[in-house]
């Protein structure tokens, strides 16, 4: 099992930029899959952006061309550099770890490993 551990968030206003930053440690980090979700109030948990080992970068469709994933595996680290920020991009954001490679790289069921969270509100 892998520990996550996600920092970065906070509150900004409309039209600005945040990077959030994740540390995995307890398991070599750059073979992994990994992806930024985040869920809203009421909300289902999505996918924001996903990198594979060999630093391909997927991401959803109301981030792209805004957001930006990253890693640095001598740092074991995945970055979300986010820019033109919406109001509608507040949601708590988690760090995963893809374990399953049955599925859709978009499905939180195939990631097994979490972070807690950290939180973007987005001023209007």
């Known amino acids: 099992q892998v520990l996550l551990v996600e920092s970065g968030g906070g509150l900004v206003q409309a039209g600005g930029s945040l990077r959030l930053s994740c540390v995995a440690s307890?398991?070599?980090?750059?073979?992994?899959?990994m992806g930024w979700f985040r869920q809203g109030p009421g909300k289902e948990r999505e996918l924001v952006a996903a990198?594979?080992?060999?630093?391909?970068?997927y991401y959803g469709d109301s981030v792209r061309g805004r957001f930006t994933i990253s890693r640095d595996n001598s740092k074991s680290t995945v970055y979300l550099q986010m820019n033109s920020l919406k109001p509608e991009d507040t949601a708590l954001y988690l760090c995963?770890?893809?374990?399953?490679?049955?599925?859709?790289?978009?499905?939180?069921?195939?990631?097994?490993?979490w972070g807690q969270g950290t939180q973007v509100t987005v001023s209007s």
């Open positions: 307890g398991r070599i980090f750059s073979g992994y899959d």
């Open positions: 995963a770890c893809r374990t399953s490679y049955r599925g859709s790289r978009y499905s939180p069921s195939e990631y097994g490993d």
């Open positions: 990198i594979d080992g060999g630093h391909s970068t």
